[in-house]
Structure formats: structure tokens, C-alpha cells
């Protein structure tokens, strides 16, 4: 039996600077940040995501702070660079 493993999307909205510099220091050290309050947990177990989830609801505030957590079922394609700086586009 395999141990599926998947990738989350974890985003928020914090309305307490504090609370913001905890949770943003914790995701720093189990994920990937992708901008500043979206996070990229890659191939994760349900467990060590529940556990994750936990830690973050010890950390917000339930009724001030949005907490969400995204289930990233198609990795996506790479194509190439997201800016052609050679050639940008521009718009006039």
C-alpha cells in the first residue's frame, strides 16, 4: 500500500502583525513560499497535513484571521520563462 502524497495551496489573511509573523516564520519552515502570504506545501501526506493545520489554528484567530488550504490536484505545465524579456509585450 502506497502513501498517497499531495500538493497544497495554503493562503491567509491575518489582521494581527503578530499572529502574521508567527504563522508566516512557521510556513517558512514546512513549505515554499510562493508570494507573501501564499504558501506551497508540495507532495504532503494527510497526516502531515492535519498536523500542519493544526499548528496554524493554534496560531490564528479563528474569528479575525482567513485561513485556507487548497487541494492542488493538476501540477501544471511548464512551457517556459513566465517573461520574455527580449521581446516584452507591451501594452499602449
Request: hydrophobic share 40%.
Amino acid at each position: 500500500m502506497s502513501i498517497v502524497k499531495k500538493d497544497y495551496l495554503i493562503c491567509y489573511d491575518i489582521s494581527d502583525e503578530r499572529r502574521l509573523a508567527k504563522l508566516a516564520r512557521y510556513l517558512e519552515k514546512v513549505s515554499l513560499r510562493i508570494q507573501y502570504s501564499i504558501f506551497l506545501l508540495p507532495k504532503t501526506t494527510t497526516k502531515e497535513l492535519q498536523n500542519i493545520i493544526d499548528e496554524m489554528l493554534d496560531t490564528i484567530d479563528r474569528d479575525a484571521d482567513d485561513l485556507r488550504v487548497y487541494t492542488i490536484k493538476n501540477s501544471g505545465y511548464k512551457a517556459g520563462t513566465a517573461v520574455d524579456l527580449k521581446h516584452p509585450f507591451i501594452i499602449t
